[in-house]
């Protein structure tokens, strides 16, 4: 079975690409993030046409998480048990559904902003809640995929100087992430993706994917009975590229059946 997980940035403006990349690489299932469209806005035609189920929950224009799968599509939940919410709000930032007896959850995480903004405090929160969730599952075929707004290490972006009044690199940020490694899951892409081909993101300012100046902030995290199953990875980076592309590539993971 092969899985997949990219940030869209829109899946109404770039459904023509998704589709493509679905039968590019032939995936069973993807997990996508900032779809910024609600489920009545979603363009299914498509991609129900090639045998694709789609279960989403998402806002008008702002944030929104799916998973488009070919191999079932069982157990949907939107949410995690205690996810925070925003102002008393519950955002559309995770999903989940069983797909071909993989528990997949799209996620994704809150950015942030700026070490001193209320969203900081916030994404570190959601963190906490969601691994505290994540932590019961890890006997299971559980995969955490999505846009993890987080560089766990220096060597996951192009210049650590550059960032280092910034989120996505803060100890306590890391040390987030780090407490899902610690509960047990593991980075299902990295050993498959060395050297410079980790990069995930790239903003659009100052032709920064052209430079390669990019970041790894999205992750296919899997418990150990699903990473004993991984035969391959890979970040298809000519997705970031040409008119009208996300800023994020979207990355793959084959597992073995």
Not at 121 to 139: I, Q
Request: net charge negative; glycine share 8%.
């Amino acid at each position: 079975m092969r899985i997949a997980t990219w940030n869209v940035n829109s899946i109404r403006s770039r459904i023509d690409r998704v589709e493509a990349f679905l039968e590019r690489h032939d995936i069973d299932v993807l997990a996508v993030q900032e779809t910024k469209a609600r489920e009545d806005q979603l363009p299914l035609m498509g991609l129900q046409a090639r045998g694709y189920d789609v279960a989403a929950a998402g806002y008008n224009q702002w944030n929104g998480v799916a998973i488009i799968s070919r191999v079932g599509l069982e157990d949907v939940s939107v949410g995690f048990d205690a996810m925070p919410a925003w102002e008393e709000v519950a955002e559309a930032r995770a999903i989940g559904a069983t797909c071909g007896g993989v528990r997949i959850w799209s996620l994704y995480v809150p950015n942030g902003r700026k070490i001193d903004d209320p969203h900081y405090a916030y994404k570190l929160e959601w963190l906490k809640h969601l691994r505290d969730a994540a932590a019961s599952w890890t006997d299971q075929q559980v995969a955490l995929v999505g846009d993890w707004n987080i560089a766990p290490t220096d060597d996951d972006v192009f210049d650590i100087a550059q960032f280092a009044t910034s989120t996505h690199v803060t100890a306590p940020e890391r040390a987030a992430f780090q407490a899902f490694l610690d509960a047990g899951y593991a980075d299902l892409a990295r050993p498959h993706t060395p050297g410079a081909d980790i990069y995930t993101y790239w903003d659009y300012y100052r032709q920064r994917f052209e430079r390669n100046r990019g970041m790894r902030i999205d992750f296919l995290l899997g418990t150990p009975p699903l990473a004993a199953r991984v035969t391959g990875a890979f970040v298809d980076r000519e997705e970031r590229a040409g008119q009208g592309a996300s800023d994020h590539a979207p990355v793959v993971v084959d597992l073995q059946d």
